[in-house]
């Protein structure tokens, strides 16, 4: 109890000093974002979010009274902005329409992915917005040390780090002009994720190996499997577990006989509510893996050191660090049990 006091108001003091160093922002601001030059003249007074991660990230620096609009939901929101949530149109849970963002009148649009807002964009591309006048905000995650153009989820030149999702915060806040929530706000981050690193060392998993499973566009086909620089493989990375998949690729196809071969001693399987496809049902990912017979004979499978993680815990967002301490805790009470 008295090291969890400590650490408490340790977190405190930081956030204090955070709050009295915070400048506010100069008016015209200019950044820039993926690539491309963005110019605020005033903080926005309306936002459309395309992806879960922008949401929750608007949510934490206390500005859900600006956001007209969400789409792009993996899980239910955290429960601390449930309510605040509640209140707000959701335009799609999965692809908006650009016509659906574009009628919410919006000052800015952020997306978690390119995918959704960018060259090719399913929603639309930034020109699009841009000769509405329009800015959109790309997550840094998703173009830093990352290329976009090879297909599927893309493909990373360089490993996540979670400097990406911090550079977030800070441009988001200094957008908005809430420096001081956006310090705040990164100060939790850091300490709940140096803890949770910190509880991991105690479960003896150095060395150890994992797959992190998170769909499958047909449960009978090939998965798709967290590759070895993106957020899942960071996140193991924190917790001393070495990632089976080699694959630079966000989210690479991998045959369950390559995975089978590589026996990892963890597996990883995402919980999501989307149901794009049916392998996004968490429930189904533990059917077939206890009863294929290539997966069933994976020493995971065998001894039940299957852990299940929320899919929105291993994107570029202020879950990071919850997702850390949930899988440790996962993990407590997986190797606990044996």
Request: aromatic share 8%; proline share 5%.
């Amino acid at each position: 109890m008295i090291s969890v006091r400590l650490a408490l108001a340790a977190t405190t003091l930081v956030v204090l000093g955070h709050q009295a160093s915070a400048e506010p922002t100069k008016y015209p601001l200019s950044l820039d974002n993926c690539g491309q030059a963005i110019r605020f003249d005033h903080a926005p007074e309306s936002v459309v979010t395309v992806g879960q991660t922008g949401t929750e990230m608007l949510y934490a620096l206390g500005l859900a009274e600006r956001v007209k609009g969400t789409s792009v939901w993996f899980n239910e929101v955290l429960p601390d902005y449930k309510e605040a949530n509640a209140k707000i149109e959701r335009l799609a849970e999965n692809h908006p329409s650009f016509e659906s963002v574009v009628a919410k009148r919006p000052q800015l649009v952020t997306s978690q992915f390119e995918w959704h807002v960018g060259p090719q964009g399913v929603t639309a591309t930034r020109e699009q917005f841009s000769d509405l006048g329009i800015p959109t905000y790309i997550m840094p995650a998703d173009c830093v040390g990352k290329d976009n153009d090879t297909g599927g989820d893309g493909t990373r030149s360089t490993a996540f780090t979670i400097d990406s999702v911090y550079q977030a915060v800070t441009e988001l806040s200094e957008i908005f002009d809430v420096q001081d929530k956006g310090e705040a706000l990164l100060a939790d981050m850091k300490t709940r994720e140096a803890a949770a690193s910190e509880k991991a060392k105690a479960l003896g998993l150095e060395g150890k190996t994992a797959a992190f499973w998170f769909s499958s566009a047909d449960i009978q086909i090939d998965p798709y499997m967290a590759g070895q620089k993106g957020i899942p493989a960071y996140v193991m990375n924190k917790i001393g577990l070495k990632n089976i998949v080699q694959s630079d690729e966000e989210w690479p196809v991998v045959g369950w006989e390559t995975v089978a071969k590589a026996d990892p001693d963890i597996i990883f399987i995402a919980r999501m509510d989307r149901r794009r496809f049916p392998a996004d049902d968490y429930q189904v990912k533990l059917d077939f893996l206890r009863r294929d017979p290539v997966t069933s004979q994976m020493k995971a499978v065998k001894e039940n050191r299957i852990v299940v993680v929320d899919a929105h815990a291993v994107h570029a967002g202020i879950r990071i660090p919850m997702g850390i301490e949930a899988i440790v805790d996962g993990l407590e009470k997986t190797y606990a049990a044996k």
